[in-house]
């Protein structure tokens, strides 16, 4: 008997764990780079020394150097990813690599993000130096971004190529790597420690992925995704039957309870599907029309707060004792805790879980609710913040002030309307203890970010406050006017498939 291929949630699973295994050398170069090993700085100082030294002496170089940084840039990388991603999955089929590939460039893309903020290495300082770049030097994001991208196409494209194929693209693919990472030396502004940290993060999200979507062992799905041209007829391998799709179009019936439908979902799967006309209706009479009174309820306590109230001295003493009590240990918590809510995290992680709750769960309109959510919550904050200027609180800063003012607070109000959303998403889990510690985790988050916004001086107890109230209500919203699309007889992942039969 041929074993049952690992469902798509398997799949998904074991490669968050290779990725997580596979992260270890670049915990431990980020370590050596963070504390500061003398003979590392030596090396890279040196290097980047001699390397612009080669590019000042060449303005035909320079001006290379400059187009190969433009052309990697990680935003146009990323967009180009996109593009056969969606070549992939509408002319040939490979819908469930193409999902995984965006899902494992956007990982990829948060995570060198992440390490940078962690981290915090200052790029080189260099006499008379060939270009400026802002933001932190370790890990390098070009050769980050390079890597994971090409892994990824390599990954996507590798059924549709035959050997002479395949060994081109792998050596353009490690050759535009290598290209990307001399760039940055040659220019300047990344040490040679920094383009390796790179490599290696950028290898370890995207081979410790691939390792886990493909599977090992007999178990494991070859090329089972794979709708590749058909051989001409009479040929060894010429097509008989129908093409083949992205999942096996029927499953055994002892793994029927664990494995999706074969094919796209159909009414009979999943219920019927909403129309977007009718998803775009619901969520405006359902959830932003409500939204506006809750704007309007929103900016009423931030004018009474303001004016009658005079911002509410009592709460000036909070802010005191806890800047009074800082230690260095809470401060580097707080960090990530402040980190958890900022716009880049925020934008990275509803775009993640939008993919993610599609591909689990096949249900578009439920993959929306937490991008729904937070662009409610964005509106309500910037209408809100925009009127009533609340200044921020009279005590040292541990983070830089944005341009918008302090009430209420929008890290809070972002990430509880993100996580919140996710949450009510959680209560479909079946399996009870998994349901628990998804809904656990998705509201100690908010939380965590609240309490670290007091913590650093960045906003009064009535900001947190109002703005887990805002986020709290928005994910509630988005949730809501979504809910009832889907049909009371739906099939979940832990129900048993109906039969399936074949021709």
Known sequence: MTPASPSRRQRLLRAVGFSLLFAVPVAALAFVVRVGVPAVLAADEAAVRAATSVTRSSGTLRSVLLVVQAAFLPLGVNAVVGLVCLWAWRRRGLGTRAVWAVITVAIGWALGNLVKQLVGRARPVV???VTHLPGYSFPSGHSTNTTVAAIALLVLLWPLWRRRGRAVATAVAVTGALVVGLDRVLLGVHFPSDVLGGYLLGGAVALGSALGYLGRGPAAPADDDVRAAPAPPGEPGAATGPARTDEPRAAAPAARATLRPATVATPADHGAEPSPRRVTRDVLFRAALPTVALFALVLGIGLVITGPLHGLP?????????????TPTMDRLTAFGTLAGSTLIIMLSAVLAIVLV????????????PGIAVVLELAVFLGTTAIVRRPRPDVSHLDQAPPTSSFPSGHTGAATALWFSLALLAQRIHIRWLRVVVTVVCVLVPLGVG????????????????????????????YASLR??????????????PTQTRA
């Open 127 to 129: 006499e008379d130096a």
């Open 314 to 326: 009592a709460e000036r003493a909070v802010n005191s004792s806890l800047a009074a009590g800082r």
């Open 358 to 369: 599609w591909w689990w769960s096949r249900r578009w309109w439920w993959a929306i609710v």
């Open 451 to 478: 309490y670290s916004r007091l913590y650093r001086g960045m906003h009064h107890v009535t900001d947190v406050v109002v703005g887990l109230l805002v986020g709290a209500v928005c994910a509630g919203l988005a």
């Open 484 to 497: 009832r699309l889907d049909a009371p007889t739906a099939v979940t992942d832990d129900r048993p498939l």
